[in-house]
């Protein structure tokens, strides 16, 4: 972490958005989220870099639940029956967690309440497993967008996005977007999971600071032209 902080003055850029873990003066230990953002002069010097920090560790031990659950999933021998159970156990997930899975064809084997309510307010759609994800969404962007991320996932990746999605007439948010592959006993990618939160607060803070900082540059370019 020293050497984090120590190399952020030097590549801003590099350090945009990262995820770690530090001990607080009490001994504990607590997951956080920081975006930094470097604030320059007129001069393009570095002035300053803003961070914003978030405590993610209730949602770090969630995901960890149900990635242990999946796992369990993936691995299980037992009957159909079973293995319907437990994928309703992990579809109904607590908090604000937002879970859905798909096999290659983009269609619906599970998701939990979160989710459904989530494409009925942003959609307008009632989902049901075996229906075609990509058919629910209207809007051709996301559309792409989201056939291009469950191809990766599809491809074998573990990756994490942020993206807005939704349809303007009803309700378009940004959500961190957590997509990884299931395979099965031998390896094969037979589908893939998707956890997300809704950071659509965190997002429009993040734009209000921007512009701030913004509007800050400018005067203190239009004070050094005066």
Known sequence: LAHMIADIPAFPEKYAFNRNEIIKQDGTR??????????????????EILSTGIDITERKRVEQSLAEKITALQLSQETVKNENALKRSIMDSPLDIVIFALDRKYRYTAFNQNHKDTMKSIWGVDIEVGMSMLDVITKQEDRDKAELNFNRALNGEQFKTVEAYGSEELERSFYENHYSPIKDENEVVIGLTVFLTNVTERELLEHERGKAVKLESIGVLAGGIA
């Open 30 to 47: 607590v997951w956080v989220d920081w975006r930094n953002q470097p604030v320059y002069t007129s001069s393009g010097k570095l002035k």
